[in-house]
Structures are given as C-alpha cells and as structure tokens.
C-alpha cells in the first residue's frame, strides 16, 4: 500500500520527482502496461519525473516571461520569418525528446523488441504538463504528424518520419498542424487554401492563409488545402506536408541539428510563406502561435487526393487525448500545489488543511484528478490497442467504435476540469496565487485555451453524437459499463454499485430517446449526454480498480469511487445536509495523503452510515 505522503515537508510544488509524488498515473499505467512494458519503463519514467520537476520546471517559468519572438525580416528587408528561442526552451526541447516522449512509442528502443504504445507517449506528456502545457503542444502535434505519416504515406515521406520520431535531438524535426482559417473555425470544410501541381518544380505549392497555428516554423507542418476542381466541403479535402525551409535547399529536412550548427536560414532558404505575427495569448506562450500566409509554398501531398479530412480525423483523435493528458497534468500539479500550501499555511493557530472546508476541497481535487486520469489513460489503453492492431494488419472495430465516442468526452471533461481546478488553486494560495510570481497564475493561463484547441465543448459534443449514430458505438459502450459493474462485489462499494448500474439504465434511456428525436433536440441534449457518459463510465471504472485494490489488501481507491459517485451520481436530499454523512472528515488522510487503509475499516465505515 506504501506510507502515507507528507506535503508539509515540501515548500512548493518544483524542485520534486513528480512520478514519485504521483500515485494516481503510477496505478493507472501497472493496470494499463503488460507487466514487461511497466518494467521497463518504470525507471525511465522515474527520471523523466525527476527532470521535469527540477529543471523544465525552472524553464517554464523562465518562458512564460521570455518567451520565443518573431523576426520578420531581415536587415536588408527580406521576409526571414526567424523565430528566435530562449536558451531555456531550447534546453526543455532536448531533454523532453531525448528521453524519448515522442520516439519510444513510433520506433523501438535500443533494449525493447518493439515501440512502447501511445499511452506511454501520452504519461509523459501527462508529466511534462506538470511543468509546462505550453510546450506540450509541440510535443503532441509532433508525434500526430508521425502518427499520420507512418499511417497514410506511401514512403516518399520517409525522411520526415524519421526525423519525427528521433531520439537524437540534432536528427529531430517536430510536427505542427495548420487548419484554421478565418472563415472557417470549427468548420473545416469551409476551407479556401488551395493546392496546385507545379510542373517545372516537381511538387505542389499552396496559397491562402492559416489563422491560429500553433509551432508555426516546424519543419512537419501538416495543412489542409483545396485542389483544383476538387469538391467543396471536407470531401474535398486533400493533407500536405508543408516544410518551414524550402525542400530544395538539401536533400533532407531542417532539423534542430542544422539550426544549431548552421543559424538561421537567409531569406531565400525559407518556404514560401510569411508569417504575419505571433499572437500575443493569454497563456501557453512557450509554443508560437501565429498567422501564415502561403504565398505558393512548395508541399508534398499526403497519401491519396480528397483523403484529407479523414487523416485529419486520425491525428485529431491522438491531439484530444494529448490535451486530455495535459489537462490531468496541470489537474496534478494544481493539486499538488494545493496540497503542499495547506499542509503548511497557519491560519488561527492550525495549518489550513485542519479545517472541514479546506479537507472537502482537496478531497474533492483529488477525486477529480484521480477519475480524471483513469478515465484519459483507460481511453489512452483503447487507443493504443487499435493502433497495434492495425499495425499488424486488423481492424479492431469495437474497440475503435469504444474510443471514438470515449475520446471527444475525455477532451471535453478533463479541459473544462482543468480550468476550474487550477482557478481553485489559486484561491488556495489566496493573494499571492493571483501573481506571476506563484505558478497557479500561469497554470490557470495556460489551461484556459484547452476547452478550445482541438474543438470546443460544443463541437465535440457534436462528434459524440456522430458516434453514437454512425459507429455505433452505443453497444461497445454497454458491454464496456456492465462489465465493470459486473465485477464488483465488495459490501463496501455495494451501495454505490447500485447507484451506477441505476444511472446507467436512465443514461440508456437517454441514447433511445434521443435517437427517435429530431436533430435539433439530439443537438441541444448532446451536452448533458456527454457528461452523463463520463460520470457513468467513469464510475463504473473506478468501482472495478477499486474492487481490485481491495482484493490486494488496499481499500483507498473505494473511497475515491464512493466519493466520486456520490458527488456525480447520487441524487442527496436537502443536498447532503440532512444526512450526516462526515466523508471528507473521516477520509481526509485516506484519500488526500494516501494513508493506507485496509478493507475491514470500510466495512465498519459501511456499517457505521
């Protein structure tokens, strides 16, 4: 079970392992990894959690105040579009890709017979978002623009992928995704870049402009564009690679080693494109964002013509979960901050975390982030499931049905969680939280954009319903809920199992419902739907770890899975103030500090309520 964590032997959230410190990704990576797969990566993880503590840490920081800065022009008045970085950023790059959060899930490591799965991508950028979400972004979209190249390229590509997926950060590329433009937002069909073949230079070039793009000098830019006759909307739709240097200047990509070797490119080394300026955002200011204007940039087409919109879909999918895991990160580290200040803050002769409001809160932070981050990373398992099977040349169709309605609501829930915990955070912190020189500030700023990359709460409740209605994915879903609920049997979670298996009758109801109603009326439902469809799986989920746990001896995730229940599900009269129930007094030490707890106490607890 380990020792209970004491937070008050910490100042602050930096200078700490936060793989050791973090006993929720800890347990749900043993359940989701072969045994084999958690062994080796066990320490790698260790020390990844050790340097992102200490010195992305310190980086982020750093960046966030000094962040990267464009160079439009040269001297003589050249367009350059010269993107100039902090030493410190340069020095999170290195140590976040040589330690193999992209490479180790596309490319065997040197001591492994084949590449670890996307999950293992996704729990180290789950760590690095503890420090730094902003970087993350990059991170993430490279190892989408690999995801897509080893999926759809016929090989012409390779030397990108390969770039992509180093291990050697002077052989590395990353990867970015252009799609939004002005007219068009969310709606990506609307689209007007367009792509046409130049015979004379061999390859396509693109014109038009890209709003809000995001690592906007990778050299793996993925970007959507129109060919010539091609139908509107997104059937027409075709995916280029679009280099930030022009291809014809050497026989390879510009990697990071080039950069550093070489400096800059002149003007005339650059791809056709301007970029207008960086957008001066709110948070996330390690990762530039900015205008491009293609201005007949040369680009490679991905895969087959009019495919476009479907490649976007399969990166798309890994970028929502990518921003899932950044969200439980920063979920983490708001946590831990919390924890640590009211472990040590005195108000009126008691440390803070001595009184019933404050024992609430952080118990309550902490069920969130521990429903949070099982419910990312038992997605994270689906998908990197389907990923290995089409790898060795199967469909795995209900596990892809599974994930496509499971992977929108991660995004949706955890984002929005994000921002009202790292908000929370800062109240903990009192005044000193609301200023640059305490890191809620900036987790508050950085989480703020997440409920709007990779699509809105809106949109993506939309794609819920896409799911339900063209995959399926309703009777995947089903099998997956009574599976759980059918393995629990412990009289400590009894009660709450009831409850669950009740809401899930009355969720089913909602899916008949709604699919003999109008469009407009499944439209305006597809919120609450969405939701509805976290709380229950998530429950379901957490009541079978639990049951689990309480079988090895260990009863603390039973009160997590009673508690989240309860908060979520329960329907409580007068809302739980006539009833008694003293949970977070009783748990507090259980649940906040992970002191250990054995099953027989919460049978007496069971019997005591």
């Given at each position: 079970m380990g020792s209970a964590l004491d937070y008050s032997k910490f100042e602050e959230g930096r200078g700490v392992n936060y793989w050791k410190?973090?006993?929720?990704?800890?347990?749900?990576?043993?359940?989701?990894?072969?045994?084999?797969?958690?062994?080796?990566?066990?320490?790698?993880?260790?020390?990844?959690?050790?340097?992102?503590?200490?010195?992305?840490?310190?980086?982020a920081d750093y960046v966030d105040d000094h962040g990267p800065e464009l160079e439009s022009y040269d001297k003589h008045g050249e367009v350059q579009n010269r993107v100039r970085y902090p030493a410190e950023l340069l020095e999170t790059?290195?140590?976040?890709?040589?330690?193999?959060?992209?490479?180790?899930?596309?490319?065997?490591?040197?001591?492994?017979?084949?590449?670890?799965?996307?999950?293992?991508?996704?729990?180290?950028?789950?760590?690095?978002?503890?420090?730094?979400?902003?970087?993350?972004?990059?991170?993430?979209?490279?190892?989408?623009?690999?995801?897509?190249?080893?999926?759809?390229?016929?090989?012409?590509?390779?030397?990108?992928?390969?770039?992509?997926?180093?291990?050697?950060y002077e052989g590395?590329?990353?990867?970015?995704?252009?799609?939004?433009?002005?007219?068009?937002?969310?709606?990506?069909?609307?689209?007007?870049?367009?792509?046409?073949?130049?015979?004379?230079?061999?390859?396509?070039?693109?014109?038009?402009?890209?709003?809000?793009?995001?690592?906007?000098?990778?050299?793996?830019?993925?970007?959507?564009?129109?060919?010539?006759?091609?139908?509107?909307?997104?059937?027409?739709l075709s995916m280029f690679l679009v280099p930030h240097?022009?291809?014809?200047?050497?026989?390879?990509?510009?990697?990071?080693?080039d950069r550093l070797e070489d400096g800059p490119l002149s003007p005339g080394e650059v791809n056709d494109q301007r970029y207008r300026r960086l957008k001066d955002k709110l948070g996330t200011i390690s990762v530039p964002t900015g205008a491009v204007e293609f201005g007949g940039a040369k680009a490679s087409l991905v895969g087959e013509e009019e495919r476009g919109f479907e490649q976007m879909t399969e990166m798309l999918n890994l970028e929502r979960l990518s921003n899932a895991a950044a969200s439980c990160g920063i979920i983490a580290r708001a946590l831990l901050e919390s924890k640590i200040h009211a472990a040590n803050r005195?108000?009126?002769?008691?440390?803070?975390?001595?009184?019933?409001?404050?024992r609430e809160d952080l118990v309550d932070m902490t069920v969130d982030h521990e429903a949070a981050t099982a419910y990312v990373f038992e997605v994270a398992r689906l998908f990197s499931e389907r990923e290995r099977a089409e790898r060795a040349g199967d469909t795995a169709d209900d596990t892809y049905?599974?994930?496509?309605?499971?992977?929108?609501?991660?995004?949706?829930?955890?984002?929005?969680?994000?921002?009202?915990?790292?908000?929370?955070?800062?109240?903990?912190?009192?005044?000193?939280g609301y200023v640059n020189d305490f890191v809620t500030n900036r987790l508050l700023r950085d989480a703020q954009v997440l409920p709007i990359w990779e699509g809105t709460e809106n949109i993506l409740s939309l794609d819920v319903l896409r799911a339900l209605e063209r995959e399926d994915a309703h009777e995947p879903f089903r099998a997956a809920v009574e599976e759980r609920l059918e393995s629990v049997s412990h009289p400590a979670?009894?009660?709450?199992?009831?409850?669950?298996?009740?809401?899930?009758?009355?969720?089913?109801?909602?899916?008949?419902?709604?699919?003999?109603?109008?469009?407009?009326?499944?439209?305006?439902?597809?919120?609450?739907?969405?939701?509805?469809?976290?709380?229950?799986?998530?429950?379901?989920?957490?009541?079978?770890?639990a049951q689990i746990e309480i079988e090895?001896?260990?009863?603390?995730?039973?009160?997590?899975?009673?508690?989240?229940?309860?908060?979520?599900?329960?329907?409580?009269?007068?809302?739980?103030?006539?009833?008694?129930?003293?949970?977070?007094?009783?748990?507090?030490?259980?649940?906040?500090?992970?002191e250990p707890t054995d099953y027989e106490s919460l049978l007496d607890r069971q019997e005591e309520v």
């Open positions: 410190l973090d006993r929720a990704i800890r347990r749900e990576l043993r359940r989701i990894y072969t045994d084999e797969e958690f062994e080796w990566a066990e320490p790698r993880l260790t020390a990844f959690g050790e340097v992102v503590g200490h010195t992305i840490a310190d980086n790059e290195r140590l976040a890709y040589e330690h193999g959060i992209v490479a180790d899930a596309f490319e065997t490591p040197p001591d492994r017979d084949e590449p670890m799965p996307l999950s293992h991508n996704l729990a180290m950028q789950y760590l690095l978002s503890y420090a730094d979400p902003g970087f993350d972004c990059p991170v993430a979209m490279t190892a989408g623009a690999a995801l897509v190249l080893e999926k759809f390229d016929d090989g012409s590509l390779a030397a990108y992928y390969e770039a992509l997926t180093s291990r050697d590395l590329i990353e990867g970015a995704m252009f799609l939004t433009e002005k007219q068009g937002g969310s709606d990506v069909g609307a689209a007007e870049t367009l792509a046409e073949y130049d015979d004379e230079a061999d390859c396509w070039r693109l014109t038009g402009e890209k709003w809000f793009c995001s690592n906007i000098d990778a050299e793996g830019t993925l970007a959507l564009a129109r060919t010539p006759d091609a139908p509107e909307g997104t059937d027409g240097a022009d291809p014809d200047r050497s026989d390879g990509p510009w990697t990071k080693g005195e108000a009126f002769g008691e440390t803070i975390d001595q009184y019933p409001l404050m049905r599974l994930m496509r309605l499971l992977i929108p609501i991660a995004k949706l829930r955890t984002a929005r969680m994000a921002v009202d915990t790292a908000s929370y955070a800062m109240e903990v912190q009192g005044g000193n979670l009894e009660d709450a199992a009831e409850t669950v298996e009740a809401e899930f009758r009355d969720l089913e109801t909602a899916l008949v419902t709604l699919a003999g109603e109008d469009a407009e009326y499944a439209q305006l439902s597809a919120k609450r739907l969405s939701h509805y469809v976290f709380d229950v799986f998530t429950a379901a989920l957490l009541l079978e770890e090895d001896g260990d009863g603390r995730l039973a009160l997590v899975a009673n508690r989240f229940v309860t908060n979520e599900l329960e329907k409580r009269e007068a809302r739980g103030m006539t009833g008694g129930d003293r949970f977070v007094l009783e748990a507090f030490d259980a649940v906040v500090h992970h």
